[in-house]
């Protein structure tokens, strides 16, 4: 089992930044795949992106090129990185570790708003 905790939301300006975190309650070493979605409302929960423990990437054909994911297994924390954000980008944002049945966070509120 695993616990994950994500933090960084908030209320952003088109075209602005802002890096969101998930902190596992364990090590994340033996987690193999790490990843982000997101649900907007009246929405169905949509992937956004996801790191392998050797460091392979994938992203949703909506983020790419503006959104980054990485982890730090030191810190058992996945971060997502997400740059030039958009109105649509509007959503609750959640962790995900895909271990046993899968395990999420609550989600972290991002708002692209001017």
């Known amino acids: 089992q695993v616990q994950l905790v994500e933090s960084g939301g908030g209320l952003v300006q088109p075209g602005g930044s802002l890096r969101l975190s998930c902190a596992a309650s364990?090590?994340?070493?033996?987690?193999?795949?790490m990843g982000w979605y997101r649900q907007a409302p009246g929405k169905q929960r949509e992937f956004v992106a996801s790191?392998?423990?050797?460091?392979?990437?994938n992203y949703g054909d909506s983020v790419k090129g503006r959104f980054t994911i990485s982890r730090d297994n030191a810190k058992n924390t996945v971060y997502l990185h997400m740059n030039s954000l958009k109105p649509e980008d509007t959503a609750v944002y959640y962790c995900?570790?895909?271990?046993?049945?899968?395990?999420w966070g609550q989600g972290t509120q991002v708002t692209v708003s001017s």
């Open positions: 995900n570790a895909q271990i046993g049945q899968g395990y």
């Open positions: 364990r090590s994340i070493l033996s987690i193999h795949v």
């Open positions: 790191v392998t423990s050797g460091g392979w990437t």
